[in-house]
């Protein structure tokens, strides 16, 4: 799926309103989500820290939840954080890849006025999926 370029913008500027909400007081590692549903609607994520650092949950997956929520599914997402860009984890690849193997993902800043634009089958060759037996 490629994306068109005002959409790719759309996505961008939703995921840096999702970051300024991020609750990450231990890591002040900041992270904005934007999940573009298959319907068309845009739905936001930001990671929330917990004390207890295992249940810290990453603002794609936050993200997707949302979209699942509303009814649709994940059609495509951009993540911004401060300065350079970051993939997501694999732990979001992986659920990402669930309802996409081929997904785009938007990899922003909200730092610097770049993006670059790349295929999660990319950045998660040979993901994980059940089949049964
Ligand atoms: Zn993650």
Redesign the pocket.
Known sequence: MDLAKVTVERLIEAARRAQAQAYAPYSSFAVGAAVLGADGRVFLGCNVENSSFGLTV????NAVAATLVAGTRPAAVAVVVNGKTVA?????RQVLAEFDPGMPVVLASATHDSHEVMSLDALLPGAFHFEKP
């Open positions: 990453c603002a794609e997956r997501p984890c694999g732990a979001c």
